[in-house]
């Protein structure tokens, strides 16, 4: 058999340690280097500092071939593809922050048998600018697809594979390539810009589906109809898929709300103005707003009144509350002049801090006690779990639920005699 190419990650974040843990896996040597010191000490031991099915099984059980370190010089010793997932935040314009990015490419000198292999969301045409100023050395674009609470399956059985590179670079591309091989997915070899744009423009299409549901969920609400059977005959339409058409209080997370502004962004930098993508981002700002309509329609003014947020992460399986609906909810209730318990299962020490002044409970029973009413925000299973009939209904000053994800069981709630709204039935 033929050796395993040693591989290198820079950053061990999210995208960072779920690439190193599933290299090894698949029997590579990883140096995987990030400039945090305890972040480095703390993985050295074997703990992984993020929320993520099967990812510490797949750290312990390729323990001899990941080697967390500080060391840059360590790392290219012995890797000559350096896979680059350092984070790309969005700046308050909206482009993304390629700090990052330069600080490594900084640090990797300018030989020619190392190639950047780009993990990190970089916006269209980074690639060809860092390629002109670093002649001589490679540059493969890999974006990543992974979704948070799945990714390490998603990285072990990938839609596709997608790898850009040019001229001097397709030898690393040939590389790359075969790293993905045991993993039997269709692989998109194609130039730098179009790879950058495929990663982005993924993101905004699905992200466009979502609010696209969502405002046809409002207009359901109006008109009789339930978006959720609509869903389910939309679905099997083979051109349209079932997938990603549940209307919900929004979409949030890391990717999303970033990749589809910094699309807009880029475009705009072009002068072209990207209708669509305007109204996506307006159509989630409104939904996850939507809710305290919804609360007042049944409770009045919110002055005084006690609410529960079931769920503070952006989507459950994950303990990631970037761009959380929560962190929009609890401020605006706040501003409304409710008292907010939080409970989630495991977000919530994250949140500390961040939820405009709301109490977090220790469990959800204990954020329902008194309240006036209960908002799901994270499809959490345990809240369908939870005794509604008896021990929530007992606690609840007022049965009131609203279900930003249609999740619940609608017909034994109201059953229960409980008010319930759904998104869009
Ligand atoms: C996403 C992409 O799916 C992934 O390919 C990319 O690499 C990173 O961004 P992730 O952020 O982990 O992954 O979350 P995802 O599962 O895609 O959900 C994003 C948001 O959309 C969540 O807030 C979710 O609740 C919402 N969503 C998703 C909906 O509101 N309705 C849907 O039908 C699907």
Not at 189 to 213: G, Q, Y
Not at 299 to 304: F, I, N, Q, W
Not at 307 to 332: C, H, M, Q, W, Y
């Amino acid at each position: 058999m033929a050796e395993k190419e040693p591989i290198g990650v820079i950053g061990v974040g999210w995208v960072g340690l779920v690439t190193a843990a599933c290299f090894a896996e698949l029997g590579h040597e990883v140096w995987a280097r990030d400039i945090v010191e305890e972040k480095i000490e703390s993985l050295s031991r074997r703990e992984v500092p993020i929320h993520e099915p099967g990812l510490p099984e797949l750290v312990t059980r390729n323990e001899a071939r990941l080697h967390f370190t500080t060391d840059m010089a360590e790392t290219l010793a012995h890797a000559r593809l350096l896979f680059v997932c350092v984070d790309t935040p969005p700046t308050y314009s909206g482009d993304a922050d390629l700090s990052r990015v330069e600080a490594v490419l900084g640090e990797l000198g300018d030989s020619s048998d190392h190639a950047v292999v780009m993990k990190s969301t970089v916006p269209v045409g980074t690639g060809r600018s860092i390629q002109r100023r670093r002649p001589g050395t490679g540059y493969v674009s890999n974006p990543e697809f992974l979704k948070e609470g799945s990714a390490v399956e998603d990285f072990m059985h990938p839609d596709r594979v997608v790898i850009g590179a040019e001229d001097a670079s397709e030898q690393f591309a040939d590389r790359v390539q075969a790293l993905y091989d045991p993993l039997d997915a269709p692989v998109v070899r194609t130039d730098v810009p179009s790879a950058e744009m495929i990663k982005l423009a993924s993101n905004a299409f699905l992200a466009t589906k979502i609010s696209f549901i969502n405002e046809i969920a409002n207009v359901s609400e109006e008109l009789g109809a339930d978006v959720t059977e609509v869903a389910r005959g939309m679905g099997l339409d083979e051109r349209i898929g079932p997938r990603f058409l549940q209307a919900g209080i929004g979409y949030g997370g890391s990717c999303f709300p970033k990749d589809v502004q910094a699309l807009k962004q880029l475009a705009g930098n072009t002068g072209y103005h990207f209708q669509l993508l305007t109204s996506v981002i307006e159509v989630n700002e409104l939904q996850k707003r939507r809710t305290i309509g919804k609360l007042q329609k049944h409770l009045g003014s919110l002055a005084g009144k006690q609410v529960a947020l079931l769920g503070v992460a952006f989507k459950p399986n994950t303990d990631d509350i970037r761009e959380a609906t929560s962190l929009v909810l609890s401020g605006r209730l706040a501003g409304e002049g409710a008292s907010v318990r939080v409970y989630d299962p495991v977000a919530a020490r994250r949140a500390d801090g961040l939820l405009a002044g709301a109490q977090i409970a220790e469990s959800a029973l204990d954020a329902l006690d008194g309240a006036d009413a209960a908002v799901l925000v994270t499809e959490w299973p345990e809240f369908r779990e939870l005794d509604w009939a008896g021990a929530v209904k007992e606690r609840m000053r007022t049965p009131l639920v609203v279900d930003g994800r249609n999740f619940l069981d609608r017909a034994s709630l109201v059953a229960a005699g409980f008010t319930y709204e759904g998104i869009g039935r």
